[in-house]
Each structure stands twice: as C-alpha cells, then as structure tokens.
C-alpha cells in the first residue's frame, strides 16, 4: 500500500484549515460571501506556505454543487475532484514549464469555452513570474476582460519579475512566512493525530529548520519519522539535522564572557567530535545574542523561556550591551567567510578567536583589548578608542557616552583591515544661548548680540543660511543693518528679508526694518565662528588620538597605520 506523504495528507481543504495567512483568508471570504469576486488573483510568498492550497479552495468555493460560498462542503462530486486534481474545469498550468507564447494562446483559445461540469472554468498559473516576454503579451488582453465564466489564479515566488502591466490587472495577496510557533503547532496537531510519540524539544528544531515553509517542515517530519524509527526525539532530530545542542552554545557564549581561551577551545574540540554545521553553529550563536541584546535593551521581550540552555539572564548582566552587538556582528561575519577559510572548523575558530580578542569588564567600561591582559590577541592593529582629554567625566549614574565605545561595524571593519581607522572623539560640550527675559525686547549691540539673536530664531533652510552668513553692523531705531560678503548678494531676495523679520520679532519687540551693506572677507559671522569651531575640534581630536598611549603601542609594537583623513570629531548632539 502505498504512503500519502504527511505534506499531501494534511493539505488544507478549507478556509478554516489554513494556518496562518488569515489576511487574505478574510479578503477572499468576503468577496465570496457578497458576490463581489475580481476576475484575477495574483498569489505571492516563498514556497510552501499556501499559494496553490488557497487557489484550489477558492476553486471549490467557486464550483460546489451545494452553492458558492466561502465555505465548499468538500463531500460532493467536484469538491471531492478538485481534492483528488481531476475536475476538468480547474485547469493548473506549470508556468515553469510552459512558458511559450504557444501554450499561452491555448489557454486563451480554450477559456473561450464554457465550463464542461461547473459554474467557472477556473485556470490556476503556477510560478507564472516564469512566463516568456511574448507570452506575457499574449495574456494581456485576456487578463484583462475575461469571460465572464473564467477566472485566474496567479502564483508566484518572485513577484518582481511580473510585468507591471500584469499586476495592474490583479488584485494581489502576499502571504506571509509562516513563524515557528505556527509550524510547530501544526507539527504537534498531525502528531497527535497520527498516533506518534515525540518530544517537543524535536518538534521546535524542525519548525526551525522549516524557516517559514510549513511543507518544507512536514516534509522535515516526514524524514524526522523515518530517522527516528517512529520515536521522535531532540537527539535523533539533532542528528538528522546536523545541529547543536543550545547547551553547548551557551557554554561557548559562556567562555567568551569569562574570557577564558582554554576554556573556549576546549568547548570547540568536544563540538568537532559531532561534525557539526559550524555555520549553523555561528548561527546558533547570534541567535542568542540577540535574546541576550533583548534582555539588555528590551526587558520583558524576546522568548527567554525558550532558550533554556543559555543563561540569557547571566550573560546580559556579564556582556556590555555594546560587546554583544560586536560579538553578533563578528557571527554574522564569520558565518559569511566560512566559504573562504581553510577549512569550515578554521574559519569557525577564526570567528570564535575574534571575539576573544574583546572581553567584559566591570560595568561602565566597555570592552578591553585582550592585549591588555598580557595575552596574544588574534587580532593585530586594533585599538580601544581613546578617552578625549576635553570630554567631561560622566557621573557613575549616568548612561555611557555613545563616543566611548565604536560601533560594531565600524570594530568589525577594523577587524578586517589591516590598517587602523581613528574612532570618533567627543567634542567639548557647546553653551546653549540663555533666552531673553520674558517680555522685553533683545538688546542689539554687538556681534555677540546678534548671534544670540539667531540662535534664539530658530531660523531654518536659506533663511537661516542668510543670517548665519551675515556680519552685524548696527542696529536703532527699528533698523537693523547687516552686511555679506561679495558673491552673496542672491541670498538677500524679499522673501528671505520677510522670514528674518518675523522670526526676530518675537526677541526685538517689533519686525525690524533690514538693510545691508558691503563688508570685505574675514568679517565675524556665526558662519565663520563654526568654521573655526570645527576646525579647532578636528585640531583636538587628532591631537587626543596621536597622544593616547595605546594609540602609540599598537604603533610601535604591531605596525598598525594610521588611515590619513580618517579621524573625525563626534556631533556635539
């Protein structure tokens, strides 16, 4: 007797059976309860989560002896031909494979004819991204203004090969990835059914392995069964799939946090006796870093109860939030140059080497070069970013500042060069502009004044650009007199006087009459008191960086170059 594949088995034969994708469940319930049914639907989503399984109950909802409906009754001559992929009107045409133009004009010569048994001849185009150019332009028409007894059924995979022309024509559903807790529930609800023992903890790792396909995660099972002998366990599902068990995880995750290379490598030689995937395992890896970053970040969010077997909780008081986006990042790296390493488990130990080389430190600190605890690193020039003498001190209480430690890319690309790019200093703090008395009007003496002035404006775009370029020349009686440079005279325009007025009306009691004069180049204005601003930070963080001590080290001690033009001062904000 021959075995009905559980995918086959258990493929939805109404509406109410689909897991998942209630969205277009609604959309087409409704259209089929008030009669209001487009005459083509375009069906997108990766494989295996229920484009051609709708279009062939949308079929029988169309064709049921008993009346169309949302609900078919799946016992009559044509629900029951359409189950079994017989019924002569449901026409399911593999774009793959019929992609002529020549195969398109059959179908729009035979949808010409009425249906032979129901109601709407319905043709079902599966991967119909797959279509030739001409055969495209031959469907058009017909696309467009059907039959009124024929309806369509696009499926794609890959929408955005689909010519324009033809979407417009269709009312599109994009169905959804399926999550984990959806294909693990649909696993445990054929499980029960079938009369099978299984542990949940297996059940988990295929959903997982399914990565959003519920037939790719039934197809899974269905080799899962034949694995275990009909006794679904982790460990034979582990086996089968090539995985790791989380506990191994964590214990790598744990060495790491300790710093501790012994440890590590030991860890790693007791997973090699497994041959496991150590692509799957870096997997694995940012897998739970991302929980730990949640628990750090995000309290109460992320499914920590799944993740037994990492200490989520004791890794996120250990690991500065910073360090773990450094570690993932590291992953993600070393999970895409596995393909590059000598061997998979080199470049795995590669990736496991390069996290060591930053380590934990008391809270507040950030992370630490490995070099700095009399250790070889594996990573050469690569410096801590240096503590700018002009920062202020942050007060045990306060949040660390941003400039303290780099980002986990900007580490990660210095990971991978063998140059050294400067990290962003932080600038001296800037003195906010005390506001005017409430009430009475701003005085106007001097060029200070009138910086004030702008600040207090909140001027924005041109106008904004037009004070900021002027120099003050006076201001009595009502009139403010300023002045450009040569060149400058186009930003002077009406409207831009009209927006200057309004805005320092507020500070001078009135809207001041403006008028300009001349002025030679070298004149104060807030323009030129940036300019030297920037220029003087950009003196300070180049001197800040050349100075620092470990800055130097890595100079001498490992040949690390500087990248010229590569320092740069961090946003006062």
Same mark, same amino acid.
């Given at each position: ?51 051609? =399984? ?23 001559? =044509? ?40 109601? #709407? ?20 028409? #017909?696309?467009?203004?059907? %039959? ?7 499926? =794609?995979?890959? %929408? ?165 986006? @450094? ?57 801590? %970013? ?26 990660? =690309? ?20 005390? %506001? ?51 060149? @400058? ?85």
């Amino acid at each position: 007797m021959s075995y009905l594949v559980l995918a086959r088995k258990w493929r939805p034969r109404r509406f109410a059976e689909l897991v998942g994708q209630e969205h277009v469940v609604r959309a087409l319930t409704n259209a089929l309860a008030t009669g209001r049914v487009h005459h083509a639907f375009l069906f997108t989503g990766t494989r295996g989560v229920g484009k051609t =399984t709708i279009a062939r109950i949308f079929a029988k909802s169309l064709n049921c002896e008993r009346g169309q409906g949302a609900e078919p009754c799946g016992e009559c001559a =044509t629900c029951l031909d359409i189950d079994a992929g017989r019924f002569v009107d449901l026409l399911e045409i593999d774009a793959a494979s019929n992609t002529g133009v020549d195969d398109v004009r059959e179908v729009i010569e035979n949808a010409q004819y009425m249906p032979s048994r129901g109601r #709407t001849k319905v043709y079902l185009i599966d991967e119909v991204h797959m279509l030739s150019k001409p055969a495209f332009n031959a469907l058009l028409k #017909t696309l467009e203004e059907p %039959p009124p007894h024929v309806k369509f059924l696009l499926a =794609t995979t890959d %929408p955005q090969k689909l010519p324009v022309t033809v979407l417009s024509r269709c009312l599109q559903f994009n169905l959804k990835r399926l999550d984990e807790a959806q294909i693990r529930g649909q696993m445990e609800k054929i499980m029960h059914a079938e009369g099978l023992p299984f542990e949940v903890g297996a059940l988990g790792l295929l959903a997982h392995g399914a990565d959003g396909s519920l037939r790719d995660g039934l197809s899974l099972l269905d080799q899962a069964i034949a694995y275990t002998a009909g006794t679904l366990d982790e460990a034979g599902v582990r086996a089968m799939l090539g995985t790791v068990d989380r506990a191994r995880v964590g214990a790598l995750l744990a060495a790491l946090a300790a710093a501790d290379g012994a440890a590590l490598m030991r860890e790693v030689e007791e997973l090699a006796a497994f041959s496991p995937d150590y692509g799957q395992v870096l997997d694995a890896l940012a897998d739970s870093l991302h929980r730990i970053q949640l628990r750090q970040l995000v309290p109460g969010i992320g499914g920590d109860a799944d993740d037994a077997a990492v200490d989520v909780a004791g890794l996120a008081a250990q690991v500065a939030p910073e360090l773990a986006q @450094l570690w993932y990042q590291m992953a993600i790296s070393g999970r895409r140059d596995l393909p590059l390493a000598p061997s998979p488990r080199t470049g795995f130990e590669m990736s496991l080497l390069r996290m060591l080389a930053f380590r934990p430190t008391a809270a507040g600190e950030g992370a630490v070069p490995l070099q700095q605890q009399k250790t070889k690193s594996p990573v050469r020039a690569f410096a801590a %970013p240096p503590q700018a003498a002009s920062a202020e001190p942050a007060s045990p209480a306060a949040p660390r500042r941003a400039a303290e430690v780099p980002s986990a890319p900007a580490l990660a =690309t210095a990971v991978r060069e063998p140059t050294m790019a400067a990290p962003i200093v932080a600038p001296p703090a800037m003195a906010a502009v005390p %506001p005017a008395p409430a009430g009475s009007p701003r005085t106007l003496r001097d060029a200070d004044d009138w910086m004030a002035l702008i600040a207090a404006s909140g001027l924005k775009g041109p106008a904004q650009d037009l004070a900021a370029r002027a120099s003050f020349v006076g201001y009595a009686d009502g009139v403010l007199t300023l002045a450009l440079p040569t060149g @400058l005279e186009h930003l002077r325009n009406p409207a831009m006087l009209g927006k200057l007025a309004d805005a320092f009306a507020g500070s001078l009691g009135a809207p001041p009459k403006i008028v300009f004069d001349t002025v030679a180049e070298g004149a104060d204005t807030m323009h030129a008191r940036h300019a030297r601003a920037r220029d003087e930070r950009q003196a300070r963080a180049e001197r800040d960086f050349n100075d620092n001590p470990t800055v130097r080290r890595y100079m001498q001690q490992f040949g690390a170059k500087l990248v010229p033009d590569s320092i740069r001062p961090a946003d006062p904000e």
